[in-house]
């Protein structure tokens, strides 16, 4: 028998530590050239997507642009008011327990989300389980040594071969990877890590039905 009694604190706690999340330049141009390179090629193939984690709604208007249906959803209160009042389908909800059926959609977009994960293993199975059969997922994280590392609420900074290799066992194919070359304000250099993914299978302990 399994107690979750202590999991609900340790992710009451976790959730204390969310911050709301405004649109910026920065991510503007980055969500920009994401879009441009591998969605809105494949835009005829996605009638569906997941923005998991989408701030403030910076993807979900370029979603609608596409003539995309994309539902995002977040837990921040504030992000979630801002999406509501810019007319996007939002829901607060947790990225590793998603409530939301099997199969759903056709791309599941997550930029800088999964860091944020304390479990980002258990996070990418909900992915492959909500994804449709050959389903597309964006997903992009600060690298290895960044400074958002010391952001309060980022768990889960790892090198590129330890996420390869949780892609793999969540049955994900990489079809290309990215590196995201930027200044910080101050001019330091940085980068983001990005993938484009599909699922190759399910997991063996999900079904349909779950």
Known sequence: ????????????????EVYPEPCSE?????????FDRFIA???????SALDVGCGQGLA?????????????????????????????RVKRMDQSFLDLPAHSFDLLYARHVLEHSPFPLLTLFEFNRVM????????????????????????????????????????????????????LIDGTP?????WWLQKSEDLPFTSPEI
């Open 1 to 16: 028998m399994r107690d979750y009694t202590r999991m609900d604190r340790y992710l009451d706690f976790l959730e204390s």
């Open 26 to 34: 920065i991510h503007d141009h980055i969500t920009g050239q994401v």
């Open 41 to 47: 090629p494949n835009a005829e193939k996605i009638e």
């Open 60 to 88: 979900l208007g370029r979603f609608k642009s596409l003539g995309i249906e994309a539902i995002g959803i977040t837990l921040g209160n504030e992000d979630y008011k801002e999406c509501i009042k810019r007319g996007y």
């Open 132 to 183: 449709k059969e050959k389903a597309y997922a964006y997903i992009e994280v600060p690298w290895a040594e960044s400074i958002h590392a010391d952001n309060p609420n980022h768990y889960s900074i790892l090198g590129k071969r330890s996420w390869l290799h949780l892609f793999r066992k969540a049955r994900f194919s990489v079809l290309k990877d990215v590196v995201v070359d930027f200044k």
């Open 190 to 194: 940085d980068e983001y890590w990005g």
